[in-house]
């Protein structure tokens, strides 16, 4: 079965400073992988996957993420944070159309 | 002008009172879906629907059911509210695009039920 695990349920940084959210992920076969960001009283919103092909994946707001096979890593990267990437973000991975998701982990941006 | 609603976005109710969250969405998604997110657990997903026919569990279904009464309209149900069903729920739906689980979902912005 798939599962995702999100090292640290929060991370703090700087304005400006490289933002680093870890995800790893299990799956019995080749991964479909998400970030989502839940910025406060809101939905969920895409910010980037991985489906096949490049690993190096970028999306939305500077963001980018890679699919480190051997590693069952997909990390998320920004940077330079800006203050309204202050968020919660989510790592998951595809099961046959239902998405299981990472417990979150919650990005504090310092000016 | 959301693609994808659900009412109420607030709800307060008491123990043992019954609950209906309601989805619709104008995206022409056949996929739909209910989570629920409570803190440090992420979102869990508690019934799924492929299409107007189609109903499937999540993996914590249980307390909950679910109505698809068209392709656009996805309803919630807790037939007899616990505490411990307080959290936010959310609705999201996909587009079958044959791409085996690559779909992005799309997520309404959230009912946050509180049981007392």
């Known amino acids: 079965a798939q599962s995702v695990t999100q090292l640290g349920s929060h991370v703090s940084v700087s304005e400006g400073a490289l933002v680093l959210l870890r995800c790893n992920y299990s799956?019995?076969?080749?991964?479909?992988l998400f970030w989502y960001v839940q910025y406060p009283n809101q939905g969920l919103q895409l910010l980037l996957k991985?489906?096949?092909?490049?690993?190096l994946v970028k999306g939305i707001n500077g963001f980018e993420a890679e699919f480190k096979k051997s590693e069952t890593s997909f990390h998320l990267t920004k940077p330079s944070a800006h203050m309204s990437d202050a968020a919660e973000y989510f790592c998951a991975v595809s099961d046959w159309g239902k998405l299981i998701f990472g417990q979150g982990t919650e990005l504090s941006v310092k000016p | 002008d959301a693609d994808v609603t659900q009412t109420p976005r607030n709800r307060i109710t008491k123990t043992g009172k019954r609950i209906m969250l309601e989805c619709s969405q104008t995206?022409?998604?056949?996929?739909m879906y209910w989570y629920r997110q409570d803190p440090g657990l992420g979102l869990r997903l508690i019934y799924y629907?492929?299409?107007?026919?189609?109903?499937n569990k999540g993996e914590i279904s249980d307390g909950y059911s679910v109505s698809r009464q068209a392709q656009a309209k996805f309803s919630l149900s807790l037939e007899s509210a616990i505490p411990n069903q307080t959290a936010l729920y959310f609705c999201a739906t996909a587009w079958t695009s044959g791409g085996g689980g690559t779909d992005t979902q799309y997520f309404g912005p959230g009912t946050r039920l509180t049981v007392l």
């Open positions: 799956s019995s076969v080749p991964p479909y």
């Open positions: 629907s492929f299409d107007v026919k189609d109903i």
């Open positions: 995206k022409g998604h056949d996929r």
């Open positions: 991985y489906t096949t092909g490049a690993t």
